[in-house]
């Protein structure tokens, strides 16, 4: 009957035991571990992940294995308090993610003949070296830059903390500023400062987007100022028609047309990317949308001629001739379609 392999049973926190070798012939590594193998209190070997056998092992005085736990795990850290550059108070608290990275060196200079080893007492041994660090860099930064920009005291700290950790075979990966503490008084003024700092950004994020815009337009042939009054008035549709109420119909369509939008678009789409093909067609349409909006407004309001004196009314030829101008200045300009100038002329006349 086979005989099985000895393994190690982990409680949460624990990174180390020792364990007699007693009469065990085969034991089992696993890939998060390490198992060393001391004799006279010496590290004689060090197995890594498989199964191995103590036959051909010298197990003569005291001997017995040392398994080292390698996956990452985390701690909670702390600073009651001490002093920024500028004289605040302040104090700091978070989480940090270690590593074992050398089993050896962690014995050595960690373990030290302990039987048993857990986050909790390393915690303990090392916090006050921990704090060390941490309250060195805060003395030379200000508040703001502790309270508001936590990268630059996370980035100060990394290499202190990593020389402090990898001489005990320990890999320091990651640093967490879970919170802040510093007086009321300052805590409200830094908190204002930060939301204006955030809807800065957000502004100059959305400039660089309209840059970026306008800058497409141009290279496409677009007039800026056209396209921003093409913008204007699809967010603001009441602006078109006071617009027609201001001018008359030919100068208030003279103003919103783009019509350098469809010079040379042939030629230039060839060189276009497929961004800035698709950008034009959508001022192509928005172009036409506008146009048809125009023209249905001009023909559901009566056509008014020029204002005559009360005492001499102008006569019915001059009225029809007025509106049959207007309308062939549309169908001249593109704004009406062959047909619609055709049927609105019919009725003219026939009204006529």
């Known amino acids: 009957m086979p ?24 034991f089992l590594v696993n890939e998060y571990e390490r198992c060393l193998f001391i004799r006279d209190g010496k590290i004689y070997q060090e197995f890594g992940a ?8 010298p197990l003569v005085g ?19 308090e001490t002093f920024s550059k500028d004289n605040v108070r302040v104090g700091a608290f978070g989480t940090m993610e270690l590593q074992i990275s050398d089993s050896k060196l962690f014995y050595t200079q960690v373990l030290a003949g302990k039987p048993l080893y857990n986050t909790q007492m390393l915690r303990a041994q090392l916090m006050d070296n921990i704090q060390g660090v941490i309250r060195s860099e805060l003395s030379n930064l200000d508040v703001k830059q502790i309270y508001v920009e936590r990268d630059v005291l996370i980035s100060v700290v990394r290499a202190k903390l990593q020389e402090l950790f990898s001489v005990r075979g320990i890999d320091y990966k990651r640093l967490e500023i879970q919170g802040v503490n510093v007086p009321d008084n300052i805590k409200e003024a830094l908190e204002s400062l930060k939301l204006q700092e955030i809807s800065m950004m957000k502004k100059k994020s959305e400039m660089s987007v309209e840059m970026e815009r306008m800058k497409m337009a141009q290279e496409m042939g677009i007039d800026a100022l056209k396209l921003k009054e093409m913008e204007i008035l699809e967010k603001s549709p009441d602006i078109l028609g006071k617009k027609y109420e201001k001018e008359s119909y030919q100068e208030a369509m003279q103003a919103s047309r783009t019509s350098n939008v469809n010079v040379g678009i042939t030629g230039q789409q060839q060189q276009m990317s497929p961004e800035q093909q698709m950008w034009q067609q959508q001022m192509m349409m928005q172009q036409q949308q506008r146009q048809q909006m125009a023209t249905r407004q001009w023909q559901q309001q009566p056509m008014q001629a020029a204002p005559q004196p009360v005492a001499a009314a102008a006569p019915a030829g001059d009225d029809i001739g007025s509106k049959l101008n207007k309308l062939k200045g549309l169908f001249e300009q593109g704004l009406i379609s062959e047909q619609e100038y055709a049927q609105k002329k019919q009725e003219l006349m026939s009204n006529f």
């Open 3 to 26: 005989i099985s392999a000895y393994t190690v049973e982990w409680q949460p926190g624990e990174l180390a035991k020792i364990v007699d070798v007693g009469r065990i012939p085969h």
């Open 50 to 57: 498989g199964r191995h056998v103590t036959s051909n092992m």
């Open 62 to 80: 005291s001997s017995q294995f040392v398994y080292v736990r390698l996956r990452p795990f985390e701690f909670k850290w702390g600073l009651p």
